[in-house]
């Protein structure tokens, strides 16, 4: 008899569920898609209610929180953010381990870009996300904080968590101290931040915050202020112990000071700064005093006026 026919289970699970090709044969899980809040009224068919909708072969959600009510534990499953704002309908109390939530560019494979297409909004007055799970990934999604709080909270049960190629905005909120990026509540194991850029305009809370958390990495970030004065861009203290290198801090703001401290409290040679960049007239580390060992420098470089040598060894912290 002619024809085609699917004799093993495993490849028509395969077609099934998508798995043929692209970043979806790759994961052990399976794929959530979102689309942006408001589309459905468009005509977009959308699942609702933990009920599945179809959209040119996909399965589709109108809201992070339902996608997530149905990711499953530990499987390695990913949500996946199409482009648009995405509004929580609520803190979203991220318990699951191993689930990660990936902007379009990241999904499709793209290079990361300065701001992702895809943005994430928290309810009014609430904290966006409560992560208690461990092996979290945010890749390449945008995050704007609600005024007064943070974005995210992460708590020692976070291990390994990853935050890559995100954009932290951090200028639509109203100025305030209260108002936070990622702020860990505990010994937190294996923090990676990479990739990332941070924008603020003015005196804004901090934009990561590792007090606590051990060992922690921060590369290849950008951190600038716009308008005023951002006092701290990450936030370090007793119990922290990580490595901050290639990032860069400043802005067309008054000024930025880019690592602090919270009175010294850390362990000797706990903060290593390596190789970063400082805009003229703002500050790359304060809080650790000059001498106490707490803070280590490594060929990190404030910039130079026009007509300068182009960049002064930071020899000194605060």
């Not at 902007?103 to 909004?121: F, H, L, N, T």
């Amino acid at each position: 008899m002619s024809g085609f026919y699917v004799r093993d289970k495993y490849l028509w699970d395969r077609s099934r569920n998508g798995k043929w090709a692209g970043l979806e044969s790759l994961i052990p899980g399976k794929v959530h898609y979102v689309a942006p809040t408001g589309a459905y009224a468009s005509g977009f068919s959308v699942a609702s209610a933990r009920t599945w909708a179809r959209e040119n072969n996909q399965f589709v959600y109108d809201s992070i929180n339902l996608a997530y009510a149905d990711a499953v534990d530990g499987r390695g499953d990913v949500i996946a953010l199409l482009p648009g704002t995405h509004t929580l309908t609520a803190n979203l109390a991220w318990s699951k381990a191993g689930i990660s939530l990936m902007g379009p560019e990241a999904w499709a494979g793209v290079p990361g870009k300065q701001r992702p297409m895809a943005k994430i909004v928290p309810v009014s007055g609430s904290t966006g996300l409560t992560i208690t799970a461990a092996d979290t990934t945010l890749y390449g999604v945008e995050c704007v904080p609600i005024t007064a709080q943070t974005f995210a909270s992460f708590s020692a049960a976070a291990v390994n968590l990853r935050v890559i190629n995100c954009y932290l905005d951090m200028e639509t909120p109203v100025v305030s101290s209260s108002t936070q990026g990622f702020v860990g509540t505990g010994a937190a194991k294996n923090v990676h931040v990479s990739g990332c850029t941070f924008y603020a305009d003015g005196a804004q809370g901090f934009a990561l915050g590792m007090v606590g958390v051990d060992p922690f990495l921060i590369e290849d970030c950008v951190f600038t202020v716009t308008a005023g004065t951002w006092a701290t861009a990450i936030k370090t203290g007793a119990g922290s112990l990580g490595h901050v290198r290639r990032n860069y801090f400043g802005g067309s703001g008054t000024a930025i000071t880019g690592v602090v401290s919270t009175g010294a409290a850390e362990a000797t040679n706990a903060i290593r700064l390596n190789d970063n960049r400082v805009g003229v007239g703002h500050t790359l580390a304060s809080g650790y005093g000059v001498s106490n060992g707490k803070c280590v420098l490594g060929l990190n470089y404030i910039e130079t006026a026009s007509g300068g040598t182009g960049g002064t060894l930071v020899t000194v912290t605060t």
